[in-house]
């Protein structure tokens, strides 16, 4: 088959009956339903993108062993150009939805693509193993399909292993093998977008001991697979507020979800590792399943960035504050920060290293940069724009004041800003801010940006470590010999005259 436009991903999402449950409620049609309705229509229109003369050939390509379409998230990259093509999707799908929805389709596409086309290391454990990524790759990619992931344990005693926590099974594991298949049973999360995808990858970070073989798992499903519940956090819009009010808030939500196994069956061309921590804790560094999507989320992250910056620089520009110097010096921070981003991407693209196989990956330090920065400088732009906006930020009226015929001379005298911004380019451009700065919807894109890769503490400790095996630091030697090299030259030097 391969590409599918927006009507077919919802037909999709129409003919599955997933266990999705919201406030209490099981839900039951979620195509239709306002949580889930327009954010369905905002994936929906990335896969028409792909059909889109103007896109079409940036972000597809003709697959060299179906001689179908299909997305360019399942092209091993194996040139520059391969990188630019990926590149160019990442780019697309970010800017269409200001790199405020995190998972779209092509993440995890990059995930799977990255473990398909270097599954070879599960042969030593299992062949079977390497066999189904590869032929889930292949299903994957020709049926077009978008994926959510879980692969953290819920947050419940942190200072304890999986087999140690109250319950052998509050964590994700194996409870028996039979005939068809692996039983699991417990929780992971968080699984964003959950309940309007197609199928969900269970894996998981390296960090495996002994003792926790029945959790050293990695397999895939359809997201309505029976006894599998997708328990939602609670929403941050109900649907029903206007696009006027709340301009990003009311398209972009992305619901993250909880996922419960209840004696979950795993068809066993499914299961990508089971009962192996080895070959568990190898799967990231073995398959490059960081390296790969980080690209993605660095366009992805940097997109998001600019966006929050382009609101702060137009926020202060609307009501005249940017001639200051304090707040010049503030918007002369932020958009070196975007600058820092591109030209990490920059590098990466331009760096980027070839294994064996022939598979190129943008490189790593710069990609694993960005994502020590980003949670640092995301919410300093965030903080910035809510230092800018001040009070003002809570001064906006909703559209039904604004459209009332009793209140509409009002609005159009207090609300306007700096000499030729009106009161309505005012009220929506803050609304537009508030919605990043202030609503629920805000702090959780904010908290994305911080955590959405792991813990960014942790994450940065070892890069620290593998820099350390990987640099001499030898600049110091140099100094250090050179300061020798001169021992008795010195006081010659400092009793003679340097013409
Ligand atoms: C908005 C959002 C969307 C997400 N989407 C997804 C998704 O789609 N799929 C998915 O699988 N995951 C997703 N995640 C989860 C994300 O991967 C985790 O939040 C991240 O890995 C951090 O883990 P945690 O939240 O369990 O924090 P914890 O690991 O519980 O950490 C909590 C705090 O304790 C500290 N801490 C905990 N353990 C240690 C330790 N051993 N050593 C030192 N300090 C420690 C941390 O520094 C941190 O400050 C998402 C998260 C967010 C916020």
Not at 265 to 272: E, H, M, S
Not at 339 to 365: D, F
Request: charge should be negative; include cysteine.
């Amino acid at each position: 088959m391969g590409i599918r436009t927006g009507a077919q991903y919802i037909d999709g999402l129409k003919s599955r009956k997933p266990e999705v449950w919201l406030g209490g409620e099981k839900v039951e049609d979620i195509v239709n339903h306002p949580v889930f309705k327009q954010p369905i229509l905002e994936i929906a229109k990335l896969y028409d993108m792909q059909f889109d003369p103007a896109y079409q050939d940036k972000i597809t390509h003709i697959c060299e062993e179906t001689g179908e379409r299909i997305s360019n998230a399942f092209l091993v990259p194996k040139s520059s150009e391969d990188i630019k093509k990926r590149g160019d999707l990442f780019e697309a799908y970010a800017k269409s939805t200001f790199g405020l929805m995190g998972r779209t389709p092509d993440f995890l596409n990059i995930v799977l693509t990255s473990m398909a086309s270097n599954s070879w290391f599960l042969d030593k454990y299992n062949p079977e193993w390497s066999k189904n990524v590869q032929n889930y790759f292949k299903f994957v990619r020709d049926n077009d399909i978008f994926l959510t992931h879980a692969i953290i344990n819920p947050q419940n005693d942190r200072s304890k292993p999986s087999y140690e926590q109250k319950d052998l099974f509050t964590h994700l594991g194996a409870v028996e093998e039979t005939v068809d298949g692996l039983v699991v049973r417990g929780a992971k999360m968080l699984a964003t977008l959950a309940p309007i995808t197609d199928e969900v990858i269970i894996y998981s970070f390296p960090g495996f001991h002994e003792g926790d073989e029945r959790y050293a798992l990695a397999f895939a499903l359809p997201i309505d697979t029976p006894g599998l519940k997708i328990l939602c956090r609670e929403q941050m819009q109900d649907g029903k507020r206007s696009f006027f009010d709340h301009p990003l808030a009311s398209r972009f939500e992305e619901m993250d979800a909880v996922l419960v196994f209840e004696d979950v069956l795993i068809p066993w061309n499914r299961v990508f590792i089971h009962n192996n921590v080895e070959a568990a804790n190898n799967l990231y560094p073995k398959t490059g399943i960081a390296q790969q999507p980080a690209h993605q989320s660095g366009v992805r992250g940097y997109v998001k960035l600019a966006f929050a910056v382009e609101v702060a620089c137009r926020l202060a520009d609307s009501i005249g504050v940017d001639v200051y110097l304090n707040v010049q010096n503030d918007l002369g921070e932020l958009l070196q920060s975007v600058e820092t981003i591109r030209a990490l991407l920059r590098v990466s693209e331009i760096e980027y290293e070839t294994l064996p196989s022939g598979e190129v990956r943008p490189a790593w330090e710069p990609l694993e940069t960005i994502r020590g920065l980003l949670p640092t400088m995301y919410p300093r732009a965030i903080e910035v724009i809510q230092t800018i906006g001040a009070g003002g930020l809570l001064m906006s009226p909703t559209e039904a004041d604004f459209e009332h015929p009793e209140l509409r001379d009002a609005m159009d005298k207090y609300y306007v800003g700096r000499e030729g911004v009106s009161s309505l380019d005012r009220i929506q451009l803050f609304k537009l801010a508030w919605d990043l700065c202030g609503e629920a919807f805000g702090q959780r894109a904010l908290q994305y940006e911080r955590y959405y890769t792991g813990d960014p503490i942790r994450k940065r400790a070892i890069y620290y470590n593998q820099m350390k095996r990987k640099k001499t630091f030898s600049m110091v030697d140099d100094a250090l010999n050179g300061a020798k090299n001169l021992k008795g030259v010195s006081t010659n030097l400092a009793n003679s005259k340097v013409n």
